[in-house]
């Protein structure tokens, strides 16, 4: 019954934005650590950014990004509207992939991906 539903994503020029939003449903959204996955044609799927649910204090703070999208790309959440977003700002050809929503569930409970959102960055 666990279901997380992504939107947002598109064809957008180098250099151009995109706000990516996953929609969790069936879980306790706030005791869920959320996170963003990407996977291009050829390559293995790759962590892109974690936000913990604060439900453990974690002295490292509570958000993780790739080296890759340091700087350019911001990962948020709502808990009221259980919501996890992914703002991507100048975005370059090498972001081209499929984007995933994960959650584990509170306390590491369980293992459960959206159906993905084509992002393309292309001119």
């Known amino acids: 019954q666990v279901q997380l539903v992504e939107s947002g994503g598109g064809l957008v020029q180098p250099g151009g934005s995109l706000r990516l939003s996953c929609a969790a449903s069936g879980i306790i959204f706030s005791f869920s650590d959320m996170g963003w996955y990407r996977q291009a044609p050829g390559k293995q799927r790759e962590l892109v950014a974690v936000?913990?649910?604060?439900?453990?204090?974690?002295?490292?703070?509570?958000?993780n990004y790739a080296d890759s999208v340091k700087g350019r790309f911001t990962i948020s959440r709502d808990n009221a509207v259980n919501t996890v977003y992914l703002q991507m700002n100048n975005l370059k050809p090498e972001d081209t992939a499929v984007y995933y929503c994960h959650t584990d569930g509170p306390y590491k409970s369980g293992d459960y991906w959206g159906q993905g959102t084509q992002v393309t960055v292309s001119s």
């Open positions: 936000i913990h649910s604060g439900a453990v204090i974690r002295s490292g703070g509570n958000v």
